[in-house]
């Protein structure tokens, strides 16, 4: 039998609709659709032709996937800002036999990632900070 694009799971195409396979109807569990359209770039919609389902062990998959992106975005926002201390130090403090020097560092880069509670549920929001330091040594 040819796969039936009703039933089968949208991540891995596995039938999802059968008794043995567990999944989850994206109708019914819309933060599981908004999940796959944040890692993979796609919106499932009721209206789409194919199936609305995803079986559990692609929801896990994608659940795990998505717990190692948010470490590697904090990861990524630690070092960015500890780059951004040491670059400050570095202006601030320089070398003795550097000449004396006015500067303005700004930090465009920097992220904040902060947890907001809502209904129960961790989001996490990126912000863009601007950080301007001007100094005279």
Same mark, same amino acid.
């Given at each position: 039998m040819g796969l039936d694009v009703? !039933? =089968? =799971?949208?991540? =891995?195409?596995?039938?999802a609709a059968s008794e043995q396979? !567990?999944?989850?109807?994206?109708?019914?569990?819309? #933060?599981?659709? #908004?999940?796959v359209k *944040?890692?993979?770039? +796609? &919106?499932?919609k009721y209206s789409d032709r194919g199936s609305n389902l995803?079986?559990?062990? =692609?929801?896990k998959d994608a659940t795990k996937l998505k717990k190692h992106i948010?470490?590697?975005?904090?990861? !990524?926002n630690l070092? &960015?800002?500890?780059?951004?201390?040491? *670059? &400050?130090?570095?202006?601030? +403090?320089p070398e003795e036999d550097e000449p004396e020097s006015v500067g303005r560092?700004? +930090? *465009?880069?920097?992220?904040?990632?902060v947890n907001d509670q809502n209904g129960g549920q961790s989001r996490h929001k990126l912000f863009k900070v601007r950080i301007g330091l001007s100094f005279r040594i």
């Open positions: 009703k !039933t =089968c =799971c949208r991540l =891995c195409l596995k039938d396979a !567990t999944h989850i109807d994206l109708q019914q569990q819309q #933060e599981v659709g #908004e999940l *944040n890692l993979y770039g +796609f &919106s499932i995803v079986c559990v062990p =692609c929801y948010d470490v590697h975005r904090a990861k !990524t070092v &960015s800002l500890n780059q951004a201390i040491l *670059n &400050s130090q570095a202006v601030a +403090f560092l700004d +930090f *465009n880069h920097m992220r904040l990632l």
